[in-house]
């Protein structure tokens, strides 16, 4: 077994009105469900936006805390999924949902290390 | 057993190097150690055949001493990883390579080297350097790019296999009608990059059409490619004239025309009209074949040409499908009503575009208009063959 990440990419801008969020709250709530059964989860969860964000940059055996991204962009990592699969063909079908779940594109990617079986 | 020379080697290296390769990552689980294998075994084969002649089974010979190799290379090698990997060599039953799991494994090289988590060039260097056995600077020269980048691009790739882990299997039948999209692309592909360009890559094209042709008897598009490019193939000697220039369809000396392409061609275009589950590359086929039937330019019959373009339309309506539809028109409406279908396209940057327009120009008597059209034509296009084309037609215009 593999770990994958699946990274929502999210367009910087307003978020859609609430009723598209709640729509879209409901369908993750049954991928999340539908990872769990399968033994396919791991962890997933939203993020907030990067106005949030605080940097730590390595200064001279020091830490320098600076606030927001560490780069701007057009789009900003919106969440997270990590999923357990057996391949990368397994990891994209669960890429594809979270794309239709979310309406929003999906990078999917492996991590280095094998996950326990 | 007849004494081999080097050349005996390479026929069986072009012939077998995709199977031992399919074969040899089953065994290894990894696509650089497999190659690496089957190499060594064909130094081997250089070594050994001038003495003991080519075995009765070449491949079978290539395929057992490049896993014998392997065997002994991960033996002397020290480590914990290389010793699990000896523990699973050691572990695969001894069988002889039989012909049914061989022709799986390489069903599942191609839909690996084709896999759409690949970039398309990607794809297509994969596949010609693991199932057709090129070399990393054949592709290269056939796809005028430098060595280096192509080796860059091969290496990616195949990490981009190991590390994302892409399955090395045939996909699931829900899959397979997309996957097997793309497999066939990818070989169109070869194939038109070798149409104007170097002769080697159709030939591998056509090589991998016959060989998914064999694994997948049963797919009516694989038949429908495989015939597609036998018929385009067939009038390779008759498309370019003694200075090199390319000779349109209608010019051609139908004489020089492969005859046995041809009857292949159109058997398979004859099996898929009997299937009749009708896709894109059948029916291009089978336009194909109507003019491989045709013993004069003029004896065309371009009223069944148009109904099958009616038809690809509806298959894979595409503004390419509808130029070609309006060269037919052209032939069965006149060259007035072939113009305006051609204006309303927005292929500007496609220098066929500009070529079918500059022709229908010429037959209306607008010289001046298909004087700039062959300029524009000229100007999208390296290919000498074309341009050398273009540029007599343009000077024709010019000169009355």
Partial sequence: MKYYLLSV?????????????????????????????????????????????????????????????????KEMLGGICL??????????????????????????????????E | MMPAGSADVEAVFRREYGRAVAVLVRFLGDIDLAEEAVQDAFTKALERWPGT???????????TTARNRSIDRL??????????????LLNTPDAPPEEGPVRDDRLRLIFTCCHPALATRAQVALTLRLLG???????????????????????????????????????????????LQGVLAVVYLIFNEGYTGSPDLCAEAVRLGRLLAELMPDEPEVSGLLALMLLAESRRPARQDDSGALVPLSGQDRARWDRDLIAE????????LRRNQPGPYQVQAAIQAVHSDAPTADA???????????????????????LNRAVAVAETEG??????????????GYHVFHAVRADLLRRLGRDTEAVRAYEAALALTESPAERAYLERRRRELVRT
């Avoid at chain 1, 049954?30 to 769990?36: A, C, K, S």
């Avoid at chain 1, 063909?89 to 290390?113: N, Q, S, Y």
């Avoid at chain 2, 061609?265 to 898929?272: S, T, Y």
């Fill in chain 2, 265 to 272: 061609g159109q058997a398979l275009v004859r099996g898929c």
């Fill in chain 2, 300 to 322: 065309t019959d371009w009223a069944q040409i148009l109904r099958l373009y009616d038809q690809l339309t509806v298959l894979a309506p595409n503004p390419v499908v509808a």
């Fill in chain 2, 75 to 88: 033996r002397r090698e020290a480590g914990r990883d290389a010793r699990h990997a000896e523990a699973a």
């Fill in chain 2, 133 to 179: 056995g090129l070399t990393t600077s054949q592709i290269a020269r056939a796809f005028l790019v430098p060595e280096a980048t192509m080796a860059q691009r091969l290496v990616r790739a195949k990490a981009k296999i190991r590390d994302a882990r892409i399955p090395y299997r045939v996909p699931r039948d829900a899959d397979l009608p997309d996957r």
């Fill in chain 2, 335 to 348: 060259p007035r009503r072939a113009l305006d279908l051609v204006d309303a396209l927005d292929l500007d």
């Fill in chain 1, 9 to 73: 990419m999210q367009p910087i801008g307003d978020p859609p009105p609430p009723e598209v969020l709640a729509k879209i709250g409901k369908q993750l709530d049954v991928f999340h469900q539908e990872l769990r059964e399968a033994g396919a989860w791991v962890f997933a969860g939203g993020l907030h936006g990067p106005e949030s964000s605080t940097v730590l940059r390595p200064r001279d055996g020091d830490v320098l805390v600076t606030d927001g991204p560490y780069a701007e962009g």
């Fill in chain 2, 53 to 63: 002649g080519v075995p009765p089974s070449p491949a079978g010979w290539i395929i």
């Fill in chain 1, 83 to 116: 999923v357990r699969a057996p391949d990368l063909d397994a990891a994209l079908e669960w890429g594809r949902k979270a794309a239709l779940a979310t309406t929003l594109p999906i990078e999917v990617r492996p991590f280095m290390h094998q996950a326990e």
